[in-house]
T-cell receptor, first 112, second 113 residues
Framework: DQQVKQNSPSLSVQEGRISILNCDYT??????FLWYKKYPAEGPTFLISISSIKDKNEDGRFTVFLNKSAKHLSLHIVPSQPGDSAVYFC???????????FGAGTRLTVKP | EADIYQTPRYLVIGTGKKITLECSQT?????MYWYQQDPGMELHLIHYSYGVNSTEKGDLSSESTVSRIRTEHFPLTLESARPSHTSQYLC????????????FGDGTRLSIL
């Protein structure tokens, strides 16, 4: 039962353009959402998060949007840089049990 | 920057061997986790701990066991490795209380021949 889904296994964008990574979830108990970035041969690195009381959180070039009614979140990277090329994992958890679920990841390639 | 370390990084070993994957963190986090990940798939929680002497099984059935004798140390043991155990194993830790991100080590890539 996959509760967090990233339906696009890969995404390719041009340097300087916007990258939009999407994530859908099914469990309405989730109230904390995160994005992780993973380079080859390294562990996932925490990137940005958002709690369910907000619909947007921004950190530099990275912005996460949350649409609770659609059970959808997205990560926007503007402008995209070649160093952003990595696999991005969406994750969600519920404060009540801290059970964190991950999506299967989206491989982002930013072309110079 | 998270300080969580996993050893070995890579391990190729024969069937039937006993294996211990090490995980240590220097952040004083109470919560620690073990995940298993296959290429192109989501991370699956196999074990977690909320503190010393606390261990629980995750949602993915695993033949491994864990122990938490010290806050900083959360080793995972396979008593008799099988080819089906071939995977990447990721250790993570987090602070307690409220919304806290998990911080990951670089993982152990395990191959059982």
């Amino acid at each position: 039962d996959q509760q967090v889904k990233q339906n696009s296994p890969s995404l390719s964008v041009q340097e300087g353009r916007i990258s939009i990574l999407n994530c859908d979830y099914t469990n309405s108990m989730f109230d904390y959402f995160l994005w992780y970035k993973k380079y080859p041969a390294e562990g996932p690195t925490f990137l940005i998060s958002i709690s369910s009381i907000k619909d947007k959180n921004e950190d530099g070039r990275f912005t996460v949007f949350l649409n609770k009614s659609a059970k959808h979140l997205s990560l926007h990277i503007v402008p995209s840089q070649p160093g952003d090329s990595a696999v991005y994992f969406c994750a969600a958890s519920a404060l009540v049990n801290n059970d964190m679920r991950f999506g299967a990841g989206t491989r982002l390639t930013v072309k110079p | 920057e998270a300080d969580i370390y996993q050893t070995p990084r890579y391990l190729v070993i024969g069937t039937g061997k006993k294996i211990t994957l090490e995980c240590s963190q220097t952040m004083g986090h109470d919560k620690m986790y073990w995940y298993q990940q296959d290429p192109g798939m989501e991370l699956h929680l196999i074990h977690y701990s909320y503190g010393v002497n606390s261990t629980e099984k995750g949602d993915l059935s695993s033949e491994s066991t864990v122990s938490r004798i010290r806050t900083e140390h959360f080793p995972l043991t396979l008593e008799s490795a099988r080819p089906s155990h071939t995977s990447q194993y990721l250790c993570a830790s987090s602070e307690s209380g409220g919304y806290q991100p998990q911080h990951f080590g670089d993982g152990t890539r395990l191959s059982i021949l």
